[in-house]
């Protein structure tokens, strides 16, 4: 192996460290991370957000979504690409009691919320609060893999054998 590919492979290595040493971990597939945040534009608490994904499946799906308060939106990037921005909702304040459950929050609709696909691999993402009618706040952000369509074709065959099997007994 020539001394330039040994080189550029150890720039590479620094680079990705420089990138990550200052970045919060996040667990694939490990549930739900809250950030907070401060008045428009501001950086996520524990940005950036970094992980290393090489399979076995396909990629990986990156999940933002508010709480507490609605109206606040999200930009994420990767790098100086934007991946996602999470859509505006009516402000409604805080609807009875806080949701501080982002499971309800991201399934209710009335929070701002986004998901996009990511490609197995390292990913060094930060997320910015976009708008904010309440000056600052707290959020969830989530990284979970995606699974292979083998395994969903083979679910799927298995619950369309038991169904037939089922009917057969029944009818």
Not at 24 to 44: K, N, Q, R, T, Y
Not at 157 to 171: D, I, N, P, S, V
Request: glycine share 14%.
């Amino acid at each position: 192996m020539s001394k330039w590919k040994i080189g550029g492979g150890l720039f590479m290595l620094v680079l990705l460290f420089a990138f990550t040493a200052s970045a919060d971990p996040i667990v694939v597939g490990g549930g739900w991370v809250s950030f907070f945040f401060d008045g428009p534009l501001s950086e996520a608490s524990g940005n950036p957000y970094f992980w290393v994904y090489p399979g076995p499946q396909a990629g990986v799906i990156l999940t933002v979504t508010d709480g507490f308060c609605t109206g606040d939106t999200f930009k994420a990037f990767e790098g100086f690409s934007l991946l996602m921005t999470t859509p505006a909702v009516p402000i409604s304040g805080c609807p009875g009691p806080d949701i501080t459950d982002p499971d309800l929050a991201l399934a209710s609709g009335l929070y701002s919320s986004g998901s996009v696909f990511l490609a197995a691999g390292v990913h060094v993402i930060d997320i910015f609060m976009d708008l904010s009618p309440y000056g600052g706040g707290a959020a969830w952000v989530r990284v979970d893999p995606v699974p292979e369509p083998g395994t969903l074709l083979l679910l799927g065959t298995g619950l369309l054998a038991l169904g037939a099997k089922l009917r057969k007994r029944f009818t």
